[in-house]
């Protein structure tokens, strides 16, 4: 296998080797400094690494799976191949990207919940083209359908659940009338693979959510920020878009903006860095993008799985979505992952506990130990919380979260220290690296996992708990904040895993 320095110094000299002559043409078209140049392209790895082979995933959800393994016949066999974070495809792990960006995989990916019209997405079901939900919006006006966004109780799907409704009237509260309106489609959380379903089942869906937020806040531009590893759904998207484009969309103007590979662009202010042609590294926040957004003009940024959510509820009324949850307000799309008969995306009400998810998901595989309830960023639970709702409240309670519910189940034959090892990599690797505290704790903590892996002595370990306080305390965005999360979790509750010896 290709130890982790020789990748890095490859994927340098591929820097250096291709793109100088580029960054000195790019500088002199556009009279950016080519240092400004070198430091945007050196960021996103799909441009830095343009020509580096598979992509074969090292998610959490892949490594179980056996991504190393699959890494090393790609390697054996001659075949140039590199380790990527996340490719977003953990139902179908291990899974691979071509070098023209389609996925390799085994399994056929996207089981999702059966089609039922009485479910806000329905997944299952078929994508309308009629639209009626934005002739719907015409009639409320903009007061009425805050009114309906009001009383769905809809918190925002892409991981912070803040109430859509009070984001876009912020919007409107301001005083500058050039406004945005942005789809966050960046999903690269580990674990997390629902609004790709969205994307490619419902693109009319998603379209006419944004253009209802769009008239709504008084917005004529609309943006879609996708990760470029999702080539499939940008196609899908795009196909739907020229079917209505001249129809219902008529006087809106959509443009789509690929990601370029980096994680922490879907954090929206380092998304308008990106969208900006800067390197995406969050902004420090107040200002927030509803008073300084794209451009620095007023901007709602929302989820694709909110926006999804605003024609039902428009359609149907906020009062219905909200029945449809159980502890929280509306369905939820909950990914389902690792140890499990089917994993996929499941239409469920917000608040179902692991055991109804995974009873949905076809059962557990083996004797299930921990999970980790919405992606890397929220850490590890013991199986014991198998009954806990999965909503935003019951979660932080226990000092987790629901993120973007990127749910991935581990059972006995998974070493909890090697799955807290592959999220420390990935934090690692997906650091801007702007501040201090993330940049250096990052590695700190991937360093003494591995030191923990190879030696099996807990001393390796001992000065966790101060760097993830610094790490919290100091860092200037969410992954920084939540990067030693993984490993602080699994030792708390399964103290046994690291403390010299195997699992508990
Ligand atoms: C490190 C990091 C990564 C994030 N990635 C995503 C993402 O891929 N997609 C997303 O919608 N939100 C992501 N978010 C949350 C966004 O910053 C933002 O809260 C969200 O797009 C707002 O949409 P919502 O209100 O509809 O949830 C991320 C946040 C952080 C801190
Ligand atoms: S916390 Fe990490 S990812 Fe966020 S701004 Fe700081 S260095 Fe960048």
Same mark, same amino acid.
């Given at each position: 296998?290709?130890?982790?320095?020789?990748?890095?110094?490859?994927?340098?000299?591929?820097?250096? +080797?291709?793109?100088?002559?580029?960054?000195? @043409?790019?500088?002199?078209?556009?009279?950016?400094?080519?240092?400004?140049?070198?430091?945007?392209?050196?960021?996103?790895?799909?441009?830095?690494?343009? =020509?580096?082979?598979? #992509?074969?995933?090292?998610?959490?959800?892949? @490594?179980?799976?056996?991504?190393?393994?699959?890494?090393?016949?790609?390697?054996?066999?001659?075949?140039?191949?590199?380790?990527?974070?996340?490719?977003?495809?953990? +139902?179908?792990?291990?899974?691979?990207?071509?070098?023209?960006?389609?996925?390799?995989?085994?399994?056929?990916?996207?089981?999702? &919940?059966?089609?039922?019209?009485?479910?806000?997405?329905?997944?299952?079901? &078929? %994508?309308?083209? +009629?639209? &009626?939900?934005?002739?719907?919006?015409? !009639?409320?006006?903009? !007061?009425?359908?805050?009114?309906?966004? %009001?009383?769905?109780?809809?918190?925002? #799907?892409?991981?912070?659940?803040?109430?859509?409704?009070?984001?876009? @009237?912020?919007?409107?509260?301001?005083?500058?009338?050039?406004?945005?309106?942005?789809?966050?489609?960046?999903?690269?959380?580990?674990?997390?693979?629902?609004?790709?379903?969205?994307?490619? #089942?419902?693109?009319?869906?998603?379209?006419?959510?944004?253009?209802?937020?769009?008239?709504?806040?008084?917005?004529?531009?609309?943006?879609?920020?996708?990760?470029?590893?999702?080539?499939?759904?940008?196609?899908?998207?795009?196909?739907?878009?020229?079917?209505?484009? +001249?129809?219902?969309?008529?006087?809106?103007?959509?443009?789509?903006?690929?990601?370029? /590979?980096?994680?922490?662009? /879907?954090?929206?202010?380092?998304?308008?860095?990106?969208?900006?042609?800067?390197?995406?590294?969050?902004?420090?926040?107040?200002?927030?993008?509803?008073?300084?957004?794209?451009?620095?003009?007023?901007?709602?940024?929302?989820?694709?799985?909110?926006?999804?959510?605003?024609?039902?509820?428009?359609?149907?009324?906020?009062?219905?979505?909200?029945?449809?949850?159980?502890?929280?307000?509306?369905?939820?799309?909950?990914?389902?992952?690792?140890?499990?008969?089917?994993?996929?995306?499941? !239409?469920?009400?917000?608040?179902?506990?692991?055991?109804?998810?995974?009873?949905?998901?076809?059962?557990?595989?083996?004797?299930?130990?921990?999970?980790?309830?919405?992606?890397?960023?929220?850490?590890?639970?013991?199986?014991?919380?198998?009954?806990?709702?999965?909503?935003?409240?019951?979660?932080?309670?226990?000092?987790?979260?629901?993120?973007?519910?990127?749910?991935?189940?581990?059972?006995?034959?998974?070493?909890?220290? !090697?799955?807290?090892?592959?999220?420390?990599?990935?934090?690692? =690797?997906?650091?801007?690296?702007?501040?201090?505290?993330? @940049?250096?704790?990052?590695?700190?903590?991937?360093?003494?996992?591995?030191?923990?892996?190879?030696?099996?002595?807990?001393?390796?370990?001992?000065?966790?708990?101060?760097?993830?306080?610094?790490?919290?305390?100091? &860092?200037?965005?969410?992954?920084?904040?939540?990067?030693?999360?993984?490993?602080?979790?699994?030792?708390?509750?399964?103290?046994?895993?690291?403390?010299?010896?195997?699992?508990?």
């Amino acid at each position: 296998m290709l130890p982790k320095g020789a990748q890095r110094d490859r994927v340098l000299k591929v820097v250096h +080797d291709t793109s100088q002559e580029e960054v000195e @043409r790019v500088s002199r078209e556009t009279g950016v400094p080519a240092a400004d140049v070198y430091g945007a392209a050196s960021f996103y790895t799909l441009i830095s690494q343009p =020509d580096a082979g598979a #992509r074969v995933c090292q998610g959490l959800s892949c @490594r179980m799976a056996g991504s190393q393994e699959l890494f090393a016949d790609y390697l054996e066999r001659g075949e140039p191949a590199i380790y990527a974070s996340c490719i977003g495809q953990c +139902d179908r792990a291990p899974a691979v990207l071509s070098p023209k960006m389609a996925v390799v995989s085994q399994r056929s990916a996207g089981a999702v &919940s059966a089609a039922n019209p009485e479910l806000p997405m329905n997944l299952g079901g &078929s %994508d309308s083209l +009629d639209y &009626s939900a934005l002739a719907r919006s015409r !009639e409320l006006g903009g !007061e009425g359908v805050l009114a309906a966004l %009001d009383a769905s109780g809809l918190q925002g #799907r892409g991981g912070a659940g803040f109430p859509a409704g009070r984001k876009w @009237r912020a919007v409107l509260g301001e005083t500058e009338t050039e406004r945005y309106v942005i789809c966050n489609a960046d999903e690269a959380e580990p674990g997390t693979f629902k609004d790709r379903e969205v994307m490619l #089942r419902r693109p009319h869906l998603l379209l006419e959510g944004l253009a209802i937020c769009a008239e709504t806040i008084g917005a004529k531009e609309v943006y879609l920020y996708i990760r470029g590893e999702f080539q499939e759904p940008i196609a899908r998207l795009k196909a739907a878009l020229a079917e209505v484009a +001249d129809g219902p969309l008529a006087g809106l103007n959509y443009h789509f903006v690929e990601g370029h /590979g980096a994680y922490i662009c /879907g954090e929206e202010t380092a998304l308008l860095e990106a969208m900006e042609g800067r390197r995406g590294m969050p902004r420090i926040k107040p200002p927030y993008p509803t008073q300084e957004g794209f451009r620095g003009k007023p901007t709602v940024i929302n989820n694709v799985e909110t926006l999804a959510c605003v024609p039902p509820i428009v359609l149907r009324g906020g009062e219905w979505f909200k029945g449809l949850g159980r502890t929280e307000a509306g369905t939820k799309l909950y990914c389902i992952s690792g140890h499990v008969e089917t994993p996929g995306v499941y !239409e469920l009400p917000l608040g179902v506990s692991l055991d109804e998810l995974v009873a949905v998901a076809g059962g557990y595989v083996g004797e299930p130990v921990a999970f980790s309830p919405g992606g890397a960023s929220s850490g590890f639970l013991p199986i014991s919380e198998r009954e806990r709702a999965l909503d935003f409240a019951s979660l932080s309670e226990v000092g987790s979260m629901l993120g973007s519910a990127g749910v991935v189940v581990l059972n006995e034959t998974f070493d909890l220290a !090697e799955a807290a090892c592959s999220q420390a990599i990935f934090f690692e =690797d997906e650091s801007c690296g702007q501040c201090a505290p993330c @940049r250096i704790g990052t590695r700190l903590v991937h360093q003494a996992l591995k030191g923990y892996l190879e030696t099996r002595d807990p001393n390796a370990l001992e000065h966790i708990e101060d760097l993830a306080w610094e790490m919290e305390e100091g &860092s200037i965005c969410g992954l920084g904040m939540v990067a030693a999360l993984p490993l602080t979790s699994a030792i708390k509750h399964f103290p046994a895993a690291f403390s010299g010896g195997g699992q508990a």
